[in-house]
């Protein structure tokens, strides 16, 4: 007993108590397009890129493909490229996932007072893991954790797609996960929404041009929100998920 207590003392206080006011030391988070002009025909930042997530002219760089892999950083000649450790990248349109000079910042989540009024005491997700790798699936079971206790705002992980509100789907979709996401979806009572988590659900990338991905059922069910991230800290879902439904911290 004493030793239990001992444990908890020098651990000290683990959840974080305002998500939207953390600061997560190390993370990589929001990239950042300095004002330095790129150097004359240069492309290492294209070339290094493993997701083809950088445009030039001018250059800007879309989230929804990005792996935060910061590879592109250590290549620029004119230090045009960098991150920062800010992890509120979470969007409701998947346009606003790009970042530039001209648009530095991802636009704020719009709160739906439709998904307010009716997910903003509860809101029960299922999630579904359509071809991952696991790190997003990891870092959705951390949300329940003591660090993170997305709980305390009504919201939980259900084991059952008809105690399910929503849809959390990790993974690119393989095609033989296609019949089972689909099967999920349609358990689930409505109202309901989905959820994009990571890269390659939001994009597919890197694997949008494989022959074992079949996205179609995103095509036909837009996400309410992107969580962009290889894979995305808890931080950013717990956050992207308090602004769609309004939910203060």
């Given at each position: 007993?004493?030793?239990?207590?001992?444990?908890?003392?020098?651990?000290?206080?683990?959840?974080?108590?305002?998500?939207?006011?953390?600061?997560?030391?190390?993370?990589?988070?929001?990239?950042?397009?300095?004002?330095?002009?790129?150097?004359?025909?240069?492309?290492?930042?294209?070339?290094?890129?493993?997701?083809?997530?950088?445009?030039?002219?001018?250059?800007?760089?879309?989230?929804?493909?990005?792996?935060?892999?910061?590879?592109?950083?250590?290549?620029?000649?004119?230090?045009?490229?960098?991150?920062n450790n800010d992890f509120r990248l979470a969007s409701t349109a998947r346009d606003a996932l790009w970042v530039g000079e001209s648009h530095p910042d991802i636009d704020p989540i719009k709160v739906?007072?439709?998904?307010?009024?009716?997910?903003?005491?509860?809101?029960?997700?299922?999630?579904?893991?359509?071809?991952?790798?696991?790190?997003?699936?990891?870092?959705?079971?951390?949300?329940?954790?003591?660090?993170?206790?997305?709980?305390?705002?009504?919201?939980?992980?259900?084991?059952?797609?008809?105690?399910?509100?929503?849809?959390?789907?990790?993974?690119?979709?393989?095609?033989?996960?296609?019949?089972?996401?689909?099967?999920?979806?349609?358990?689930?009572?409505?109202?309901?929404?989905?959820?994009?988590?990571?890269?390659?659900?939001?994009?597919?990338?890197?694997?949008?041009?494989?022959?074992?991905?079949?996205?179609?059922?995103?095509?036909?069910?837009?996400?309410?929100?992107?969580?962009?991230?290889?894979?995305?800290?808890?931080?950013?879902?717990?956050?992207?998920?308090?602004?769609?439904?309004?939910?203060?911290?």
């Amino acid at each position: 007993m004493l030793k239990s207590i001992a444990v908890r003392v020098s651990q000290g206080t683990q959840y974080i108590k305002d998500p939207r006011q953390a600061k997560p030391a190390g993370f990589r988070g929001k990239p950042v397009i300095g004002n330095a002009a790129c150097e004359s025909a240069c492309t290492a930042c294209l070339a290094a890129c493993p997701t083809a997530a950088i445009a030039l002219d001018p250059i800007r760089l879309d989230l929804g493909r990005c792996v935060l892999c910061g590879d592109c950083e250590p290549v620029c000649p004119s230090a045009k490229l960098s991150f920062n450790n800010d992890f509120r990248l979470a969007s409701t349109a998947r346009d606003a996932l790009w970042v530039g000079e001209s648009h530095p910042d991802i636009d704020p989540i719009k709160v739906s007072a439709a998904l307010h009024k009716r997910f903003g005491r509860s809101l029960k997700l299922r999630s579904v893991s359509a071809g991952g790798c696991n790190g997003c699936e990891l870092e959705v079971n951390a949300l329940s954790n003591v660090n993170f206790d997305i709980g305390r705002y009504g919201i939980d992980i259900v084991a059952s797609p008809r105690h399910a509100d929503g849809l959390v789907l990790t993974g690119p979709i393989t095609r033989n996960m296609t019949q089972a996401l689909q099967i999920c979806w349609d358990a689930m009572p409505e109202p309901k929404l989905v959820i994009a988590v990571g890269a390659c659900a939001i994009s597919g990338s890197p694997f949008e041009d494989c022959d074992g991905i079949d996205r179609s059922f995103l095509e036909r069910f837009k996400p309410a929100l992107y969580i962009p991230g290889c894979p995305p800290h808890p931080l950013t879902f717990v956050c992207g998920v308090l602004d769609l439904l309004g939910i203060p911290s």
